[in-house]
């Protein structure tokens, strides 16, 4: 993952049952996302007390290894990596946590195309089920290059191991992005590994789901009679999307030339922003109830032309007052390179409630400020009332909801300002999440770790809706394979992005995106209020 990830969400209540007793089989336990976000997640599932009393985990990796070797170079990344968010200090791990986990972290070499890899973890299987009462059930997590995944799937069901003997015990396999490149790859892979497991046992992960305020947006708008009448067509003039890095590709040169912020970001993330925001309400939070209704989003999307697509690359610039060098300057990065960077796309829904309301969505790498959010922009209302005001410029309402780094949701409205004269001022009322709940450490994969071991599968994707949204956007990734850009690097480092981006809004009328930037909207309070 790009960028530093530590955000704060509320504890879990005490009420939350702890997950019952189960081994995760970690594949690519070596790896970078082990070390940097799946351990701390296990960590912080610790220290609140959610991970089962009886719980075993073994990390398979090619690389020659053992217990304490794997044990003890997490604990090298969890000092580094606890003490290098700025957040709290590494004294803060809790050692009891820590070391329970550790003490029951077992490493085995193995080389994931060799069936005997699969046979030795059958055997590490067996073994920790009677050491630490694992109940025979098992997630496999595949934290390896996506060329793996079928590999791996189908060496867990040569070796006979996603079965278990009619009792009672699951298996579950967590299936990390990108999941296929475009609409055939992710077919084909949905098929081979639809071969070997029922779609109830794969879990397709989005590590957006995982965002506390991501979850929010749909109990903020379910659970309040106030925004849903609203929301709809006839109250709502177009919705933005920004997910703005401050990170470049930060040494993933080679993975980011094949891929590209497009397929890295917008049909997954991104779009998992735009089903929360456009979903009808699920009749229940049942994990299928949801996830239907959001496929629904995803069936109702059109396909993206290529004239609703802009692309950019980042040239030199500077970011957060440090200089950066351009994309084409990056390690293992074409002096070349036609790959993007920054994608803004403009994707309608046809459906009863969106028809006509057009879905901005942009993504970039290095652009000003690190900032995601999901911004609704009201219809104005009627102004012949205050056309003889002193204020021509009368804002319509913006609802933005701050996905991170700094939580929250505002709402700016117009206010008369005081005085003798009808005048207008947009302000705007917050709500933080930080000012109402306490921060906990979270790194966002500990609430999908938890409903994988609970057989949860609300925050996942189904098969339908990985294809669906490769569907949506393999018109633009075929054409821009296929024609080369003219403009790039089109856009300074540090900055909103490429000037044709501004130029797809402003030709839809009198609109234009908002400032990158924490807390766009309204100046601030005017003659020093507070
Ligand atoms: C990953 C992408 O899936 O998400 C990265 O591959 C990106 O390129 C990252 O930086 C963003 O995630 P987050 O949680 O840091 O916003």
Request: hydrophobic share 40%.
């Amino acid at each position: 993952m790009g960028e530093q990830t530590v955000a704060a969400s509320a504890a879990p209540d005490s009420s939350t049952p702890k997950a019952g007793a189960c081994a995760m089989v970690i594949f690519g336990g070596g790896g970078d996302l082990t070390k940097r976000l799946v351990t701390p997640a296990l960590y912080n599932l610790a220290t609140t007390g959610l991970l089962p009393d009886d719980f075993a985990i073994i990390g398979v990796d090619h690389s020659d290894g053992s217990d304490d070797g794997w044990r003890d170079s997490l604990d090298e990344m969890m000092r580094s990596f606890v003490g290098g968010t700025g957040e709290f200090d590494p004294s803060q791990i809790d050692a009891k946590a820590w070391d329970w986990l550790k003490s029951r972290m077992f490493y085995l070499k193995g080389d994931f195309e060799d069936p005997k890899t699969f046979e030795s973890v059958k055997g590490k299987l067996a073994e920790v089920e009677n050491s630490h009462h694992t109940g025979g059930n098992v997630l496999f997590y595949l934290a390896v290059a996506d060329r793996f995944f079928g590999t791996v799937v189908d060496g867990l069901g040569a070796a006979k191991l996603t079965e278990t003997d009619g009792d009672e015990a699951w298996r579950r396999v967590v299936i990390e992005k990108p999941f296929g490149h475009d609409l055939a790859s992710a077919k084909a892979l949905n098929a081979r590994v639809l071969k070997v497991l029922r779609e109830d046992q794969v879990y397709r992960i989005d590590h957006f789901l995982g965002k506390e305020t991501v979850q929010n947006i749909m109990t903020f708008r379910f659970a309040n009679g106030l925004f849903e009448p609203l929301w709809n067509r006839d109250h709502i003039d177009h919705v933005q999307i920004t997910v703005a890095e401050t990170v470049g590709v930060e040494g993933r040169g080679g993975f980011y030339e094949a891929t590209g912020a497009l397929r890295d970001m917008m049909p997954n993330h991104v779009f998992q922003l735009v089903a929360m925001t456009a979903m009808e309400p699920p009749v229940s939070f049942d994990a299928d109830d949801v996830r239907s209704r959001k496929v629904d989003v995803f069936k109702s999307m059109k396909t993206v032309k290529p004239e609703q697509a802009v692309r950019g690359q980042y040239d030199a610039g500077t970011v957060l007052g440090k200089s950066t060098k351009a994309y084409r300057a990056e390690p293992h990065v074409d002096l070349h390179s036609k790959t993007e960077t920054y994608v803004a796309l403009k994707l309608d829904i046809d459906n009863w409630r969106w028809a006509g309301v057009p879905f901005y969505l942009r993504t970039g790498k290095y652009m000003s400020t690190r900032t995601s959010e999901v911004a609704i922009r009201f219809k104005p209302a009627p102004m012949a009332l205050f056309a003889e005001t002193k204020t021509s410029d009368i804002q319509a309402n913006w609802l933005a909801i701050q996905i991170q780094p700094d939580e929250g949701i505002s709402l700016q409205f117009e206010v008369k300002r005081p005085g003798p004269v009808v005048d207008l001022k947009s302000v705007k009322m917050n709500f933080a999440y930080k000012d109402w709940f306490p921060a906990q450490q979270n790194v966002g994969y500990e609430t999908l770790l938890y409903d994988v071991m609970t057989g949860d599968q609300t925050l996942f994707q189904r098969a339908d809706q990985v294809e669906e949204a490769w569907r949506v956007v393999d018109e633009v990734l075929d054409h821009w394979g296929k024609s080369a850009p003219r403009d790039f690097p089109n856009y300074v480092g540090g900055t909103a992005g490429p000037v044709a981006a501004d130029l797809m809004l402003a030709r839809d009328g009198d609109r234009a995106w908002r400032p990158v930037k924490l807390d766009p909207g309204p100046e601030q309070p005017e003659g020093g209020a507070k």
